[in-house]
């Protein structure tokens, strides 16, 4: 893999005679220019000093390209020979560390969109589209199943200053990969260990609502489960804390659950997200109003999932 060196240092901004709309026809083009300067990869820096491009090529399905606006799926997970995600995404790669970075010290990244992409290959050739900024980062459980890093790149206008954006909760101090790690360990800590489920736990005395099984842990008879926002916290579906949005689940209902391999009907009955198979009712107390725009939403993010059933058999 191409790294970088004094001789191709990471080099943010514009490039000297490049402008905007100009058209490569190839990522060795790219790489002579300037503009993309690790020729093969989609992401150009490192994590220590943020990285200066990205090429669009349509190699994740939770992409989403807008003219000023790029919901943009980070590095890792995939298998390079069938295409096909077969890991989780952690912000560890150097790619997605880089962009964290981008966000906190504000520096810009240039975009170049991939043409008439055909099996995650640009056969049109590459356009340069501009300067943009890191707006935003999260994790989420992507179409195929695993999770992924995303970040929402905007369009940086003329005259536009970019700002950084510090993690530190007093906005006074550098940002680096390690805290931004530690503030989103402990937002998810706190999500899991909200009034809302502790209360949706109590109802069901630790016992899935999908499978029946209660994990007992101790001679005492205290025993574990697992809080399923049905409505995913957080970015980018910004579901509610609600205990009408939540489900009581063992840990393998959860996970199957959170991928999209466990759904419900309008009419709470539980069916299988791969093959549609009706699996049984959800177990529901009279107290526990569960919304089902919340499980409409739910199924709604797994409508499009681009991997057919029968493929998942060889998946590890």
């Known amino acids: 893999m ?5 001789a191709n240092p990471v080099s943010f901004g514009p490039r000297p005679g490049v402008y905007e709309g100009q ?7 790219l790489h002579a220019k300037g503009v993309h300067r690790q020729s093969g990869r989609g992401i150009s820096g490192t994590a220590r000093e943020g990285v200066d491009s990205i090429v669009l090529s349509g190699g994740y399905v939770d992409d989403v390209y807008r003219e000023s606006e790029i919901v943009y799926t980070g590095e890792g997970g995939r298998d390079r020979t069938t295409q096909r ?19 906190a010290l504000g520096n810009p990244v240039r975009v170049i969109r991939g043409l008439k ?5 640009a056969t049109g050739g590459y356009e340069y589209c501009g300067l943009f900024r890191v707006a935003e980062n999260w994790t989420t459980i992507g179409k195929e199943g695993f999770r992924i890093c995303q970040f929402r790149l905007l369009k940086i206008e003329p005259g536009e200053s970019v700002k950084p954006q510090p993690v530190s909760p007093k906005g006074d ?9 530690r503030r989103t360990v402990e937002y998810e800590r706190r999500m899991r260990d909200s009034t809302v489920v502790r209360q949706v736990k109590e109802m069901y005395d630790d016992t899935c609502q999908v499978c029946g099984v209660r994990l007992v842990v101790s001679p005492d008879n205290k025993a574990i489960s697992q809080a399923a926002h049905i409505h995913a916290l957080g970015k980018p579906h910004d579901g509610p804390d609600k205990v009408w949005n939540v489900l009581c689940l063992c840990p393998n209902c959860h996970a199957l659950f959170d991928r999209g391999a ?14 549609q198979k009706f699996m049984g009712a959800l177990t529901r107390v009279k107290e526990h109003q569960i919304r089902v725009e919340c499980v409409r939403q739910h199924r709604s993010r797994w409508a499009e999932r681009t991997v057919a059933p029968a493929e998942f058999d060889d998946m590890p």
């Open 23 to 29: 058209h490569f026809k190839s990522h060795a083009e």
């Open 2 to 6: 191409a790294k970088a060196s004094a």
């Open 85 to 103: 995600m077969v890991a989780d995404q952690t912000m560890d790669e150097r790619g997605n560390a880089g962009l964290l970075l981008n966000q």
């Open 117 to 121: 992409i055909k099996r995650q290959k």
């Open 262 to 275: 466990l759904q419900l009907t309008d009419g709470f009955d539980v069916i299988d997200g791969l093959t």
């Open 173 to 181: 101090t550098t940002t680096d990969l390690e805290e931004q790690v």
